[in-house]
């Protein structure tokens, strides 16, 4: 009985999947264009809201090397580093040239 509810919920995730299959939107150029677009403008924003953490958490009173200071600007170093990371990573991948599939 367990087994055969498993199967069900299987199903039903799948035909969820299908239905909203992300993949088959960025197929078309328009949206293509529009997501990395973004992607990449996000990525090239983040700095300037890093300085903007910056002179706010100062302003607040807050030495670089207090946890406040750190918690927020330092983790938002982080995720700069890490959306930079991905990015190259991204367009990297989009450099490469495609493998064919023969055998």
Same mark, same amino acid.
């Given at each position: 009985?367990?087994?055969?509810?498993?199967?069900?919920?299987?199903?039903?995730?799948?035909?969820?999947?299908?239905?909203?299959?992300?993949?088959?939107?960025? %197929?078309?150029?328009?949206?293509?264009?529009?997501?990395?677009?973004?992607?990449?403008?996000?990525?090239?924003?983040?700095?300037?809201?890093?300085?903007?953490?910056?002179?706010?958490?100062?302003?607040?009173?807050?030495?670089?090397?207090?946890?406040?200071?750190?918690?927020?600007?330092?983790?938002?170093?982080?995720?700069?580093?890490?959306?930079?990371?991905?990015?190259?990573?991204?367009?990297?991948?989009?450099?490469?040239? %495609? %493998?064919? %599939?023969?055998?």
């Amino acid at each position: 009985m367990a087994d055969d509810d498993a199967v069900a919920r299987g199903k039903e995730a799948a035909a969820v999947h299908d239905q909203w299959n992300v993949g088959k939107v960025y %197929k078309k150029p328009l949206f293509a264009a529009g997501f990395y677009l973004t992607w990449f403008g996000l990525r090239l924003g983040c700095p300037s809201l890093l300085r903007v953490f910056d002179e706010e958490v100062r302003a607040l009173g807050f030495a670089p090397w207090e946890f406040n200071y750190v918690r927020a600007v330092g983790s938002h170093a982080v995720i700069c580093a890490l959306n930079y990371f991905w990015t190259f990573e991204m367009g990297y991948k989009m450099l490469l040239p %495609k %493998k064919s %599939k023969q055998g």
